[in-house]
Every structure is written in C-alpha cells, then in structure tokens.
C-alpha cells in the first residue's frame, strides 16, 4: 500500500536554528500539507500546497515557515529560526481526488527545540 | 471563523462498554471525516460521509452524519483495548474554500480491559 514517508522522525535542535522536515507525498496525489500536534493536543492545520504553491495558511504559518517541492517528489517544511513553542510533531499529509478526500498522513517528525 | 466541536474530549470506559463521539460544526460541511490516532501514532483515515443523513457501519463502529450536515457521530460497540487512542472528525465547508479542512479537538478513548 503507498505510503507517505518523512525523515527525519526525531530532530533535536538548538533555539534559532533552521529545521528542514522532509516529506515524500504519495507519487499520483497532487494535494499536500502540513499539520503540527503538540503532545497529546489536537492536530492543527499549518499550510496545504498545490500547483505548486501556497493554497492555504494557517495563522501558525509565519514568516519562519517555509515549504517547498524542490524536486518533484519531496516536499520539505523549514523552519528559519526555531522557537522553543515550535517543538512538537509535525505530520506531512497528502491527498488525490480533488483535494477533499482521504487524508494520508506520514508517522510524523518530532521536532524538539532546546 | 467555522469551527468543530467535538465531545467529550476524554472517554473512559470499562471493556465491553459502548462509546460514542459527537462532532457539531457551526457552518454546513459538504463531507465530514473520521480519523483515529492511536498513543504515539499518525491519524489514520477511518471513512467519509458525504450524504444528508447518510449511515455507515464498520464492524463496531457506526458512523453517522445529520440531516443538516452540522453533525456526525461516531459509536463504537462492545469497546475493545484496540480501540484505545484519539479519535478525530475533521469536515470540508460547504462553501468558500472547500478544500480546507477543519478539524474538531479530538476525543480521547481508554479502554479499561
């Protein structure tokens, strides 16, 4: 069955440094997305990508976030300057059918800022 | 702004018990989703309810969608340990931008064996 990776699954970093969370979406879904979880707290929407560009941001979404398709088939977030409130799980998602189908999320990477 | 909100937000039931979650959105969704999230895990996609009124059975698990397309539950019967973990609605608007999806808080499931 296909699958949604993400690498790394855990990342330590030191407050102020960049994180990149990698992604691989299932090859034929055109739909991708972020979503954060803090422990043991709701999953909360922080951007979706189509076309290749931004189709929706979410207030958590600021100017340290970044995502990209560098090359067809990853899909990275990047964090700028990490914050201490950025530690958390963060889920990459993807989806077909028009973009309001099934969601198929990836185990998550767990981001711990120190 | 549309909002879900789902409750409880925490369940504890002995083994056997039946449990039912409850998602009420404050707009018309065209689809509303079901997710379940077990400790340590992703959410995993558990159906879709498209239609007004529309039932659908998964084994113990019944799920169902208003009339008015504001509201879903999810029941589950004869709970068992496997259903331990968060489960979550998450419903498309009606209008605007479609393609969003908005989530409700989750209800969180233990299962006593």
């Known amino acids: 069955e296909p699958e949604v990776t993400q690498t790394p699954s855990h990342q330590v970093t030191q407050m102020g440094q960049e994180v990149i969370l990698r992604c691989v979406p299932i090859?034929?879904?055109?739909?991708f997305y972020w979503y954060r979880q803090i422990l043991g707290q709701k999953v909360e929407f922080l951007v979706s990508?189509?076309?290749?560009?931004?189709?929706?941001k979410s207030e958590i979404f600021d100017d340290q976030f970044s995502v990209e398709r560098p090359d067809g088939s990853n899909f990275t977030l990047k964090i700028r300057s990490t914050k201490l409130e950025d530690s958390a799980m963060y889920f990459c998602?993807?989806?077909?059918?028009?973009?309001?189908?099934?969601?198929?999320f990836g185990e998550g990477s767990r981001l711990t800022v120190l | 702004g549309q909002q879900v909100m789902q409750i409880p937000q925490y369940q504890h039931v002995q083994e056997g018990e039946d449990f039912t979650t409850y998602c009420n959105s404050s707009?018309?969704?065209?689809?509303i989703q079901w997710y379940k999230q077990r400790p340590g895990g992703h959410p995993v996609f558990l159906i879709q309810?498209?239609?007004s009124g529309e039932v659908k059975k998964q084994k113990r698990l019944t799920f169902q969608f208003g009339e008015a397309k504001k509201n879903s539950s999810l029941h589950i019967t004869a709970t068992q340990t496997t259903d331990v973990g968060t489960y979550f609605c998450?419903?498309?608007?009606?209008?605007?931008?479609?393609?969003?999806?908005?989530w409700g808080l989750g209800t969180s499931l233990a299962v006593n064996p």
């Open positions: 998450a419903g498309h608007a009606n209008a605007g931008n479609n393609r969003k999806l908005i």
């Open positions: 707009t018309t969704l065209s689809n």
């Open positions: 309810l498209v239609k």
């Open positions: 090859s034929n879904h055109l739909y």
């Open positions: 990508f189509y076309n290749n560009e931004i189709s929706e």
């Open positions: 998602a993807s989806t077909g059918q028009g973009g309001t189908g099934e969601l198929f």
